[in-house]
T-cell receptor
Framework: GQNIDQPTEMTATEGAIVQINCTYQ??????LFWYQQHAGEAPTFLSY??LDGLEEKGRFSSFLSRSKGYSYLLLKELQMKDSASYLC??????????WGAGTKLIIKP | DVKVTQSSRYLVKRTGEKVFLECVQD?????MFWYRQDPGLGLRLIYF???????EKGDIPEGYSVSREKKERFSLILESASTNQTSMYLC?????????????????FGPGTRLTVL
């Protein structure tokens, strides 16, 4: 079957660093996406990994290990506006996205 | 900027009513999707369309139908609304993978419609 696991909720402090993990077991793999979703709003694209390694984009980085079925999203210099849910999604060979349930990140001052 | 709009942000309907949710995108995307999002669950695909008048069932199509008469517009229809269809409905669109526009098959989402069925 298809399974994507993320922690349900995480708490971090403003200015700190947080790592949100995502593990997946899918029948095929054609890339992994991270989306950010603020409460009551649409998901917005953050990052995409298809090869192993780290992709850096400003304060946000995403890592992928295909052999381990594992990805993480790293957020540095946390700001209050980073309080949101972070969704991990794996693209299958048919170019459809399989979504995790999301990780709610709470930032405390 | 890509824009995906949905006809309503909030909707309250009664059991048995026919419900129409509309989605419009302005990026000339070939693909359009309807998802529902419920607490503790990932986004679940209801239907998608890769061209005008084409539709494909997603993971949970039961109780829903769709219509795509124009490229920019994708409608979700609840033929007879039930309380278990109370949810957040999200529309998304993207280009076909391999589009000459390059890596642009990121899905872009509308703001969502929170539907309550009483």
């Amino acid at each position: 079957g298809q399974n994507i696991d993320q922690p349900t909720e995480m708490t971090a402090t403003e200015g700190a660093i947080v790592q949100i993990n995502c593990t997946y077991q899918t029948s095929g793999f054609n890339g992994l996406f991270w989306y950010q979703q603020h409460a009551g709003e649409a998901p917005t694209f953050l990052s995409y990994n298809v090869l192993d390694g780290l992709e850096e984009k400003g304060r946000f980085s995403s890592f992928l290990s295909r052999s381990k079925g594992y990805s993480y999203l790293l957020l540095k210099e946390l700001q209050m506006k980073d309080s949101a849910s972070y969704l991990c999604a794996v693209r299958d060979p048919n170019y459809q996205l399989i979504w995790g349930a999301g990780t709610k990140l709470i930032i405390k001052p | 900027d890509v824009k995906v709009t949905q006809s309503s942000r909030y909707l309250v309907k009664r059991t048995g009513e026919k419900v129409f949710l509309e989605c419009v995108q302005d990026m000339d995307h070939e693909n359009m999707f309807w998802y529902r999002q419920d607490p503790g669950l990932g986004l679940r695909l209801i239907y998608f369309s890769y061209d005008v008048k084409m539709k494909e069932k997603g993971d949970i199509p039961e109780g829903y139908s769709v219509s795509r008469e124009k490229k920019e517009r994708f409608s979700l229809i609840l033929e007879s609304a039930s309380t278990n269809q109370t949810s957040m409905y999200l529309c998304a669109s993207n280009y076909h993978s391999g589009s000459p526009a390059g890596f642009t098959d990121t899905q872009y989402f509308g703001p969502g419609t929170r539907l309550t069925v009483l």
